[in-house]
């Protein structure tokens, strides 16, 4: 049994895989769980590392910094190339107003974390670490870990990663608390809430609808698609034209006549406002005519293509056909000219099979093409994001300058590369399962690695009351800001509450948190509320994480 014994107690190679594949095994295992409705998720990993490391299972220093530094890269990187393409879009509209209550509720987490310094004296890295598990926030621990090593010059770092798993468990129940306080203190109803957003929203308005318009007002008659379109000033795409019984692709240069009837897709909001200034909805559906023209989804994947918008394409005049609709991420959306393709759109192409074949080609249409791994760019990618890591930015007032470290550098190359790589032919795409595969391997490596190494002080920490302390802190920094947020944005602002949900879990990007919404409201409200202010709140919890531990420094 010499061979078991060496296996399980001396740092080799074996051991060291031995003791992750147990680590990760039992605490993802362990965190589908649930209590009371609510589970850890993937964070189980932690405290399955913790009991690992308190038993005296132990794996070379150095190799655990390598998995854990590894892991945190692999794991924002693929945040980075997920949120990207949306990251800009997010600040729009109504998502602009959401995303500064996240501004607050981030800031006020960090002002409870200084406060709780001054006032308890306690060590500032480990209440960056307690405000980290408060805030259910991973990458935000690895960036104030990365802090603490350029700060440290050589000394012994803290442990904060006993804070963040003592004060974890209670951020989780603290936000779901604070969904069930404000629902309580404003008497909420919430099928009165959702009423109340569709009222507002109107979704439907948005979406492609096809409807068949007789043509009757002589202020088009005689005149190009093109010259029609811009004087109803509406997006909009005429894709086909029934003209004397023969049905025809309709091209921008294509003359409408009187009685043609014509078949348009566009916004529901803009239908009475195109009828009314082309004539009259015709009970007939040309678009289930028989005929040469058929109907094909075909998917981008020819990298040439990706990043132009579908006007400085010009295939509605090089190959007669008509793109009428755009499928991405879940939605529908009008096919417009200034519309900016991205790998993986599916396109709805009208059009004969011939010409429907030469833009098939043209497009890509390849769904292996879709799953192959774009190697090249992600580590291109994770090499210059360790770079912009590296480079030291200096703030008036603090001594050690500042750097985005292993945590925000490749996180704000990713988002990045998603969204501008084409212009550099660096194509990011990855498919939801593979940047999913990505990110869990990342963050279970690094749970791991943080729980195994504070595994041997947690016990002791917990015992000696201090642990107890760290509970109670993390209780305020996770409900302070999200109970004054809250407060104020129903009351002064007349947030609705499906939205506030929503806001609440992304402003601690807390997956469980957010299925707790969803489960509440039985709408997609929550989801795209807490979509708009995630990408911003995952980079502000990095960069506030590093800011507190310079501070100390300064």
Not at 100 to 129: C, D, N, R
Not at 312 to 335: F, Q
Not at 444 to 454: E, N, P, R
Not at 464 to 469: N, Q, R
């Amino acid at each position: 049994m010499d061979w078991l014994r060496e296996l399980l107690f001396n740092e080799s190679v074996a051991h060291t895989i031995l003791i992750y594949c147990v680590v990760i095994a039992v605490g993802v295992s362990l965190g589908k769980v649930k209590i009371l409705g609510v589970s850890l998720g993937i964070a189980f990993v932690l405290f399955a590392g913790i009991a690992i490391g308190h038993f005296g299972f132990t794996v070379n220093h150095e190799v655990v910094e390598f998995i854990r530094d590894f892991g945190l890269i692999l794991f924002v990187f693929s945040i980075g190339l997920q949120v990207g393409p949306g990251f800009f879009s997010s600040f729009k509209k109504g998502g602009l107003t959401l995303n500064l209550l996240a501004l607050m509720i981030v800031l006020l987490g960090g002002l409870t974390t200084v406060s709780l310094h001054y006032i308890t004296k306690t060590s500032l890295p480990m209440l960056v670490g307690v405000m980290s598990g408060a805030v259910t926030n991973t990458p935000g621990l690895g960036a104030a870990q990365q802090a603490l090593i350029q700060v440290s010059e050589g000394k012994d770092i803290p442990q904060i990663g006993l804070g963040y798993a003592v004060a974890y468990p209670f951020g989780v129940l603290g936000i779901i608390l604070t969904m069930l306080i404000i629902r309580k203190a404003f008497n909420i109803r919430v099928k009165d809430e959702l009423t109340e957003y569709d009222r507002d929203q109107h979704p439907a308005e948005s979406l492609p609808e096809r409807i068949s318009i007789l043509v009757n007002n002589p202020c088009i008659f005689g005149r190009s698609i093109r010259e029609i379109t811009g004087m109803i000033d509406r997006k909009m795409v005429i894709s086909r034209v029934l003209h004397k019984g023969e049905l025809l692709v309709a091209a921008s240069d294509t003359i409408i006549y009187e009685n043609d009837i014509i078949l348009v897709v566009t916004s529901k909001g803009n239908i009475s406002t195109i009828v009314e200034k082309t004539g009259a909805l015709s009970d007939m559906d040309i678009a289930g005519r028989s005929g040469s023209l058929i109907s094909r989804r075909v998917l981008v994947t020819n990298k040439e293509v990706f990043g132009k918008n579908l006007g400085s394409l010009k295939l509605r005049t090089r190959y007669n056909i008509n793109i009428t609709r755009v499928y991405r991420s879940g939605l529908e959306l009008v096919a417009t000219p200034e519309l900016i393709l991205q790998m993986g759109d599916k396109l709805t192409v009208v059009g004969d099979e011939g010409s429907l074949a030469r833009v098939t080609e043209e497009l890509g249409n390849s769904i292996r093409r879709l799953d192959e791994p774009n190697i090249i760019p992600i580590f291109i990618g994770i090499l210059l994001g360790v770079l912009l890591g590296s480079i030291p930015f200096r703030i008036p007032g603090i001594v050690h300058p500042i750097k985005l470290g292993l945590a925000g550098g490749p996180l704000i190359v990713a988002i990045l590369l998603s969204r501008y790589g084409y212009k550099l032919h660096l194509i990011s795409y990855t498919t939801p399962s593979a940047n999913l595969m990505l990110r869990e391997i990342g963050i279970v490596l690094f749970l791991a690695s943080v729980g195994i190494v504070s595994g041997e002080k947690f016990i002791p920490a917990l015992v000696s009351g201090e642990g107890f302390a760290w509970m109670g802190y993390g209780a305020l920094i996770t409900m302070v800001p999200l109970i004054l947020t809250g407060f104020i944005a129903r009351l002064v602002m007349k947030r609705n509450y499906l939205e506030l949900c929503g806001l609440i879990a992304g402003s601690m990007t807390d997956p469980p948190a957010l299925a707790f919404a969803n489960n509440i409201a039985q709408s997609e409200a929550p989801a795209i509320a807490y979509a708009t202010v995630y990408p911003l709140v995952m980079f502000l919890r990095i960069f506030v994480a590093q800011l507190l531990i310079l501070l100390i420094a300064s």
